[in-house]
């Protein structure tokens, strides 16, 4: 589901403090929480003197309405003694006492007069202050431009004073604002002068203020170590003075690196304890800034139940507390969530109301809605409003300072143009678009930009022109080598280029360009073929790795070379518009058209929840479960049925959904059938497929333990028992409490605890007992000699269920390292089954079958007894990888004497009985 201002809710990163998304974030640092000893003013005269003291000191004890009616009481008796230079002093501490809790509407007309007062007095020192405190309402009231100007005359005035501390913080508003325009490179050069001015001048709450600013800088420019450590450093020192707002602006930007390197629930954690930080301050407007980004990183895990409540709480508090922008930004982010619902309904009429509110808010936050209610109507069926009322608005985003999100309303609403039948208007304002995209080197202008205006050439008829275009846009994408780091770009490159090259494709298969039709069908698999080993391999490495280069993808004539006689490969490639499945034999290539990527999710979502229930004693479940496989075979087999027609063997190259369906189950007795994550990677696993069986030197077995709900896995513990008295004479030593790595051996089975993540594969992981944890991303990144790596236990590692690619993740994860072949799980099964599988598994490969064969015969053998008869308890495992492979294995002679175990399970086993009615999952 598209969102406004990013592509997917995976790409879309919290607000980080100092970008556009926090204004009140930084604009309140500047006065980092107004402490007793912060105001160093020369001792005043008696009696406003004993005042400010007073004040000082109620304000530092926590009691702010004390404070508050002191300031009060004060200023009649000093207005009317014609005390300028004391009665200025109090209108600018009284400003920013209000500015300090964000109410910089009441806080600008005392700090205005406070200002002019100590101008006429000559008393800079205050002067500087109130000018500070001044900026910070001019920048909450949404008057950039004087508050930019400000800063300037600031800067100007500190630096003639000789004044360090209050140049320092003119240079970070001038850095604020430098970053709201998108400035990077000059935020960044006054963010590096602001803390070396606060360092000559020994003001360390200033410089770690600035040093947090500085990472928000380098966070963009994708230096996310940099960026970490900027506020770690900030963290540190924050927590050392017990400045706890620099501290929640340090834990709300470390939250925001982790959203964007792929962990939103350790974002979660720092964006809490920023919340916390801020409420206890009292600094409620930060407080609610922060609820919503702790709200995106709920809605990335799928929870939108607890996102809206969140919301709603933050809502209420703008309201009563009269925050307009932030609540303005709030009910966006509610249309958003309601929307990623299925409730388009509720969306768009909340944006509709919000949008005709004669509010004061920025025009990114009114763009920012008016995109989401856009989406909303398009979902709802109605694309001609939407159209209109991006129109609408149009002259207002061509003149935004927001380049992403100015470049992100042109696409969209050329896109709503080429869906009403308006090419024409999409073709010109696309034309534009790429042309501002290419002068401006960005990425959304140059990708996205020609892909619509080759729809729009299609549209009219003209498949040459379309097929420039295309080409443009998919030559830009591969420009872009290297993993992208960006988190919203990240996605929107795999996105968009999923479109492109889909819609590439169909114009050479179906859009009767020039040219001949085989050599028009093998560019097309060549191009999709490129594009999926290219996002297999960014989503398997995750956005922190190296940027290094996937191998290039193999043709279609190196594939068909390595296919045996008897098998048959299918790859699937899905999206929005078109979908294909190429049936590839050793002779024959056929493409046949399949639906859209949603409605194919649907009907997999209704099939996978049925299959995999684990209610199998359902009255007439077996007759839906086989009416649910009919269907989705006759939707993806049947078009390449003559292609499949007498041949035994099976090679899937599943796509999105897809990954979802066990090929085995849907393919039917008589078939032999495996997965692999590309046709590429197919082609060099045969490639290195040895005519003999594998040696078995070693086998290292994990498991028992606990699942992912803290219960004891007990007939895990069998399982582990069992391999390992039968290969008892190679299995190797358990793992050490302290060892953080995956020990390796020519065969790994794990019947331990194995978390999957649709969402972000490169970090699903294997649990191996205590604290030991092991990404994909670090098993892809080691070599690794086995030959065969089992994981007899697969679940939900949170977040939103997508597309099952999580379990393709981390097999291909353990590809990548060496591992030929992975037998996984796709939906938690019962442990008992399991247990009996696993038996008839290790049985066939002992008898020289293959890893395919070996567990299509366990299969077959486990239906046929009918306390497991149903498919939820066998057909969920499949092989990835190269199903071919023949290990060399056989038991050991002797087994070991009784209570002398190996593995990981041999603690646990005492407690067989007591669970082995559990399940392994949870």
């Known amino acids: 589901m598209d969102r406004p201002r990013s592509p997917s809710v995976k790409g879309r990163r919290p607000p980080v403090a100092g970008r556009s998304g926090l204004v009140g974030a930084v604009l309140l640092g500047f006065l980092l929480s107004l402490r007793p000893g912060e105001v160093r003013a020369e001792p005043p005269a008696p009696p406003a003197a004993a005042v400010i003291d007073s004040v000082r000191a109620l304000w530092g004890a926590g009691d702010r309405d004390g404070a508050h009616a002191c300031v009060a009481a004060t200023l009649p008796r000093l207005r009317a003694a014609?005390?300028?230079?004391?009665?200025?002093?109090?209108?600018?501490?009284?400003?920013?006492?209000?500015?300090?809790?964000?109410?910089?509407?009441?806080?600008?007309?005392?700090?205005?007069?406070?200002?002019?007062?100590?101008?006429?007095?000559?008393?800079t020192s205050w002067q500087l202050r109130g000018m500070r405190w001044y900026g910070v309402c001019l920048g909450y009231n949404l008057k950039h431009a004087e508050a930019e100007a400000l800063f300037r005359d600031m800067g100007e005035l500190a630096r003639s004073a000789r004044d360090s501390t209050h140049w320092g913080w003119a240079e970070a508003g001038l850095a604020f604002q430098a970053g709201r325009t998108g400035d990077v490179a000059t935020e960044r050069r006054h963010y590096e002068q602001a803390v070396a001015l606060f360092r000559a001048a020994g003001d360390v709450r200033g410089e770690v203020f600035a040093l947090n600013g500085l990472g928000t800088v380098l966070d963009r420019e994708h230096d996310f170590t940099a960026a970490r450590a900027c506020y770690d450093r900030t963290l540190t020192v924050a927590r050392g003075i017990g400045d706890t707002f620099v501290e929640a602006l340090a834990e709300n930007n470390l939250g925001a690196l982790e959203y964007g390197v792929g962990d939103p629930g350790r974002a979660a954690e720092h964006f809490r304890r920023a919340y916390a930080l801020h409420t206890a301050g009292g600094v409620l407007q930060e407080a609610v800034a922060v609820a919503r980004n702790v709200a995106i990183c709920l809605t990335a895990l799928g929870d939108y139940d607890r996102a809206l409540e969140l919301l709603d709480d933050a809502i209420a508090t703008c309201r009563e507390r009269g925050f307009t922008g932030r609540e303005y930004s709030a009910q966006t982010e509610k249309a958003i969530v309601l929307t990623m619902q299925r409730r388009p309904a509720r969306a768009e009429r909340l944006l509709a109301d919000l949008i005709a509110r004669p509010d004061p808010v920025t025009a990114r936050d009114r763009l920012e809605a008016v995109l989401g209610r856009a989406v909303a109507l398009a979902q709802l069926g109605r694309a001609e409003e939407a159209a209109t009322l991006m129109l609408g608005f149009a002259g207002e985003a061509r003149s935004l300072g927001d380049t992403f999100l100015r470049f992100e309303y042109g696409v969209r609403l050329g896109r709503l143009l080429n869906d009403t039948g308006r090419p024409d208007e999409a073709l010109v304002r696309m034309a534009e678009l790429e042309r501002e995209g290419i002068a401006a080197d960005v990425p959304t202008g140059r990708l996205v930009a020609p892909l619509e205006a080759g729809r729009a050439w299609r549209a009219l008829?003209?498949?040459?022109?379309?097929?420039?275009?295309?080409?443009?846009?998919?030559?830009?994408?591969?420009e872009q080598r290297g993993v992208p780091r960006d988190p919203v770009w990240r996605e929107r490159r795999g996105e968009e280029g999923r479109r492109i090259h889909l819609e590439l494709a169909d114009l050479l298969l179906n859009g009767t360009p020039s040219g001949d039709a085989d050599r028009r069908l093998r560019r097309a698999y060549a191009l999709l073929q490129e594009f999926k080993a290219r996002t297999l391999f960014e989503r398997m490495v995750g956005p922190q790795a190296t940027p290094a280069q996937p191998r290039e993808p193999t043709t279609l004539a190196a594939v068909q070379a390595a296919l045996a006689a008897d098998e048959v490969l299918l790859d699937c490639f899905l999206g929005a518009d078109h979908s294909f499945v190429f049936a590839v034999t050793r002779t024959e290539v056929r493409v046949a058209d399949l639906p859209p990527a949603a409605e194919l999710a649907e009907r997999v979502a209704l099939f996978r929840a049925l299959l995999g229930t684990g209610r199998p004693a359902l009255p007439g479940r077996g007759e839906a479960v086989a009416a649910g496989r009919d269907a989705l075979r006759r939707l993806l087999l049947d078009p390449v049925a003559d292609v499949l027609a007498g041949r035994t063997r099976l090679i899937c190259c599943p796509d999105g959904v897809l990954n979802r369906l066990p090929e085995a189950f849907l393919a039917g007795p008589?078939?032999?059938?495996?997965?692999?994550?590309?046709?590429?990677?197919?082609?060099?696993?045969?490639?290195?497929?040895?005519?003999a069986p594998a040696a078995v030197g070693s086998v290292w077995i994990a498991g028992g333990g606990v699942d992912g709900s803290g219960r004891q896995l007990a007939a895990a513990v069998r399982e582990v028992a069992w391999l390992e008295r039968r290969y008892a004479d190679r299995a190797k030593a358990p793992l050490r409490d302290d060892d953080a790595r995956l020990p390796d051996g020519d065969l790994i089975h794990l019947a331990s605890h194995v978390e999957v993540s649709d969402t972000y594969p490169w970090r699903s992981a294997v649990h191996l007992g205590g604290d030991t944890v092991v990404s994909a991303a670090d098993i892809a990144a080691t070599r690794r000699s086995a030959r065969l790596a089992v994981l007899a236990g697969c679940e939900s590692g949170g977040g939103a269920v997508s597309d099952g690619g999580g379990v393709m993740g981390l097999g291909s994860a353990f590809i990548a390292a060496g591992t030929p072949t992975v037998v996984a799980s796709l939906w938690p099964v019962d442990d008992a089954a399991t247990f009996r599988l696993m038996h008839g598994f290790y049985r066939g490969l002992e008898g020289g079958g293959t890893v395919a064969g070996a567990l299509a015969a366990a299969q077959r053998e486990l239906a046929a007894d009918s306390r497991f008869a149903d498919p939820y308890y066998w057909a969920g495992f499949v092989v990835i990888g190269e199903g071919n492979q023949r290990l060399d294995l056989s038991p050991a002679r002797s087994s070991l004497p009784a209570g002398r175990l190996l593995g990981a399970g041999a603690l646990l086993l005492a407690a067989v009985a007591a669970f082995s009615a559990r399940g392994r999952f949870s």
């Open 670 to 691: 008589g078939v032999v059938a495996c997965r692999v994550p590309s046709a590429s990677i197919f082609a060099d696993l045969r490639a290195g497929l040895a005519a």
């Open 82 to 123: 014609a005390d300028t230079l004391q009665l200025g002093r109090l209108l600018i501490l009284q400003g920013q006492m209000f500015a300090t809790l964000g109410d910089s509407r009441r806080g600008e007309p005392p700090l205005a007069e406070g200002i002019d007062l100590a101008r006429a007095a000559a008393d």
């Open 461 to 478: 008829a003209r498949p040459d022109s379309a097929l420039a275009c295309l080409e443009r846009a998919a030559a830009v994408w591969r």
